[in-house]
């Protein structure tokens, strides 16, 4: 893949590349955004931009020796940093590894690229070791810091990088990578997920969801915190704890939406009548809480909390949102 095929991100890709003609390169950048952006192709390009053999500064061939063995993963110069196993930190040893070959020549290419992805994944010992070497480093090297969530970096490392944030692409720029209509809309501008999904699953889960949403409009107050205690307990029992609520979230969105009178935004096109059917009867009230209920439950999501954290904090939302309701009735026990 060239510069030129990259979809999405211009504006973040013009000024790297402004970056690539100049004559010192960064020694540290952050690439922050969503998953499935683009972020870790970007940072492999730039990889072979500063080794290509063939290329003018800001530009690479993609077809040299060092532009294959970049693609390959074999690049001696190009390393990537990321965790032994999925979930699992990277450790101060994995970062210590990194930092022996510092201060050696590149051995085939001419500019050293350490990618580090997820970043946010070093524990403080790692990214503390990582500090020295952002702080001090050698001519012809580069760090660049990948992460969903790069709030979660420790504030030093953040300030020693340039930062960059991707964007999620545009429904537009999405359709390059697929035609499905649900799914292109469901991937929320993540070509990753778009790649990944399983529509079939998808379907069943946004019906269970459904339900749940149509259930929940037409429960009294009291069932209606029932209903909530039993869907994050229905939620932590489920091995697809997350993508459950995540659909719940965005049909919740999409009913938004429709009051909003901006249906051309909704995921679930196919969907639209039940949509505004929920969106017609939801008392104001009833739709507040469980909008509360499922943006706690995202910001959760968003943070990369570990499923165990997310089910104790999921139960305490639950809680809540139970005490908020008896508090709202005091006439009523439960
Ligand atoms: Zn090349």
Redesign the pocket.
């Known amino acids: 893949m060239r510069f030129e095929d990259f979809i999405g991100n211009a504006q973040v890709l013009r000024r790297l590349r402004d970056r690539l003609r100049e004559a010192r390169f960064p020694h540290g950048l952050l690439f922050g955004g969503p998953a499935g952006v683009g972020k870790h192709t970007c940072a492999l390009m730039l990889a ?1 931009a500063l080794n ?4 003018a500064p800001g530009d ?5 020796t ?2 294959r063995k970049i693609n390959a993963g074999v690049h001696a110069d190009v390393i990537l940093v990321q965790p032994e196993e999925d979930g699992a930190a990277i450790r101060i040893s994995q970062i210590r590894e990194i930092l022996e070959t510092l201060a050696l020549r590149p051995l085939e290419g001419t500019h050293k690229v350490y990618i580090i992805d997820p970043a946010d994944a070093m524990n403080d010992a790692a990214a503390n070791a990582l500090l020295k070497a952002l702080e001090e480093p050698p001519e012809d090297c580069s760090f660049i810091l990948i992460s969903a969530n790069p709030q979660a970096l420790l504030v030093t490392v953040r300030s020693r990088c340039q930062t960059y944030s991707f964007a999620p692409l545009t429904l537009g720029e999405l359709r390059s990578f697929g035609s499905d209509e649900l799914a292109l809309r469901w991937s929320r501008g993540s070509i990753g997920t778009l790649k990944s999904l399983d529509l079939v699953a998808l379907r069943n889960r946004r019906d269970a969801a459904l339900d749940f949403l149509e259930t929940a409009v037409q429960a009294k107050e009291e069932a209606f915190a029932d209903m909530i205690s039993a869907s994050a307990d229905l939620a932590r029992s489920k091995s697809e704890f997350e993508p459950y609520l995540n659909a719940l979230a965005i049909l919740m969105e999409d009913i938004l939406y429709v009051r909003e009178d901006s249906a051309s935004r909704i995921v679930n096109v196919d969907l639209e009548p039940r949509l505004r059917k929920i969106a017609a009867e939801i008392p104001q009230e009833q739709f507040s809480r469980i909008a509360d209920f499922l943006r706690t439950i995202e910001i959760n999501l968003e943070r990369n909390v570990n499923r165990q954290m997310l089910s104790d904090n999921l139960a305490l939302t639950a809680n809540a949102t139970l005490e908020k309701i008896a508090n709202d009735n005091p006439g009523k026990s439960r």
């Open positions: 072979k290509c053999s063939e290329s690479f061939c993609d077809s040299c060092q532009c």
